[in-house]
């Protein structure tokens, strides 16, 4: 999804400013973002914080409310 948005790995990799659009597959692949992209990232492509990584972030506010 992230790399859709984005325009494939080699366009995701140069907009993030990530030097090989291997780390960007590799983001994909664990199904994790750095830390430190996450904001970047959802400015980028729209994606929230919270979805991106809930481990950190916790659940949107609309998650939140869903499950109560």
Do not use: Q
Not at 4 to 11: A, V
Not at 15 to 21: I, R
Not at 28 to 41: F, Q, T
Request: glycine share 8%.
């Amino acid at each position: 999804m992230l790399v859709n948005k984005l325009g494939g790995l080699t366009k995701a990799a140069r907009t993030l400013g990530v030097s090989n659009p291997s780390v960007v597959a590799n983001w994909r692949s664990r199904g994790r973002i750095p830390p430190d992209k996450v904001l970047e990232v959802e400015r980028l492509s729209g994606i929230s914080r919270h979805e991106l990584r809930p481990d950190i972030f916790g659940p949107s506010v609309s998650d939140a409310e869903a499950a109560e």
